[in-house]
């Protein structure tokens, strides 16, 4: 059972950064695309950045320029660097493999408030 952890949420201003990170405990780890989502009071969760095994990267309009996923195969992790924070992205935060292979983590809560 692949376990998924994130850590690095909290409460900023609009305009601030935050940069989440995601453990998969998985030794091919490498092999996997992997994807960011969020899940946002009263709507769907939904998948707003991804990286492929080789480093491909895609975003959903709504962060596009703004947010940058990456990843550090050696660590078996994936990072969402979130810049320029707004309200609308007050949200559960969660990874997982790009076809949601692996049951969900308790994810992380981003708030964004004055």
């Known amino acids: 059972q692949v376990q998924l952890v994130e850590s690095g949420g909290g409460l900023v201003q609009p305009g601030e950064s935050l940069r989440l990170s995601c453990v998969a405990s998985i030794s091919i780890f490498r092999l996997f695309g992997m994807g960011w989502y969020r899940q946002a009071p009263g709507k769907q969760r939904e998948l707003i950045a991804r990286?492929?095994?080789?480093?491909?990267?895609a975003y959903a309009d709504s962060v596009k320029g703004r947010f940058t996923i990456s990843r550090d195969n050696a660590k078996n992790t994936v990072y969402l660097q979130m810049n320029s924070l707004k309200p609308e992205d007050t949200a559960v935060y969660y990874c997982?493999?790009?076809?949601?292979?692996?049951?969900w983590g308790q994810g992380i809560q981003v708030t964004v408030s004055s």
């Open positions: 997982n493999s790009d076809q949601t292979n692996w049951t």
């Open positions: 990286i492929t095994s080789g480093g491909a990267t």
